[in-house]
Structures are given as structure tokens and as C-alpha cells.
């Protein structure tokens, strides 16, 4: 169980992580059919980057209060977020199972973001491009009206944690 000073921790995270929704909500209102600039998507992106760090912060915060630890290595955020989706001997799954398929589909575009923001100011070259990872899937997602809404997620992880 998260103790007081933790809780507060992790609450004050999941609002921070309420107010970039609600800040960000001009920039994820797009019109049906409209384009996104490059600058709308290069800054979804760090919108989405900073929501999946804070959310990777408070799972960081129950595994090592909770759990006991947080996992190593190389593949630590990955298992970090399935760890979340499993019940432990002290809590209940932080994750649903959607939740945690969403929120993987998160990390990976996380993931790729980074590594395409690494490759192109070495002046390298990488197989993303802005058009085709962004937040909602590319521009032929936002054509067909799909919205980036992560404020689901974080409500139940709310929720969820409440009950720890």
C-alpha cells in the first residue's frame, strides 16, 4: 500500500497529468479532413511524450512502494507497464487489460519519437517520420477523425490507486 506521502506524490502527478490534457486540448481538436501542420505534430508529440513519462512515474512509484522494486535493464519500461497490468501479492492490477494495451502503444510511439528526434538532429536517418508517428497514427488518422484522448487512462489509474 502506497503510504501518505506517496499518495500525495502520485496525486499530485495524475493532476499535473490532467492539467496537459486539458491544456492540450486546442491542439488535439482537429477538424475532421484538416491536415496537421508539422508544428502540431511535433508538439503532440512532447504532449504525448510528457503524458506517458508522468504515467511511467507513478507506476515507478508503486513498484518500488508496493512491489518492492522497479525492474532493470534494458527492457525496464516495458516491464515496468506489464508489472502494472498483473496483481501483485500486495495490490491489485494498477492496469486494465485495454489500459495496458493502450498504454503500450504509447510506449512504443514514445519510443520511436525519441529515436527519430535523436537520428534527425545527428543528421541521420530513420524509418518514422513525423506523418506516420504521430500520436493518433499518422495523418490518415486524423482524415478519418480518430482523437488522441489520454485522459481515460488516467482516470483509472485514479481510481485505482485510491483503492491501494
Known amino acids: 500500500m502506497l503510504d501518505e506521502g506517496q499518495r500525495r506524490l502520485v496525486e499530485r502527478e495524475l493532476d499535473e497529468i490532467d ?81 495496458h494495451a493502450r498504454l503500450r502503444e504509447y510506449l512504443a510511439f514514445r519510443h520511436r519519437s525519441r529515436l527519430d528526434t535523436r537520428t534527425r538532429s545527428s543528421g541521420g536517418r530513420c524509418g518514422t517520420s513525423w506523418g506516420t508517428s504521430s500520436p493518433c497514427g499518422g495523418r490518415r488518422a486524423w482524415r478519418s477523425g480518430a482523437t488522441w484522448r489520454p485522459a481515460s487512462p488516467v482516470r483509472r489509474i485514479r481510481a485505482r490507486t485510491e483503492t491501494s
Not at 26 to 40: C, I, N, Q, W, Y
Not at 47 to 66: H, K, M, P, W
Request: glycine share 4%; with cysteine.
Open 19 to 99: 492539467a496537459l490534457v486539458t491544456k492540450s486540448s486546442a491542439l488535439t481538436d482537429v477538424p475532421k479532413g484538416e491536415e496537421p501542420s508539422f508544428e502540431r505534430l511535433a508538439a503532440l508529440s512532447q504532449i504525448l511524450n510528457s503524458f506517458y513519462t508522468g504515467l511511467e512515474r507513478v507506476f515507478d512509484r508503486i513498484a518500488r512502494q508496493v512491489d518492492g522494486a522497479s525492474p532493470a535493464g534494458e527492457r525496464w519500461h516495458a516491464e515496468l507497464l506489464s508489472a502494472m497490468a498483473r496483481p501483485a501479492s500486495h495490490r491489485p492490477a494498477v492496469l486494465s487489460k485495454e489500459c
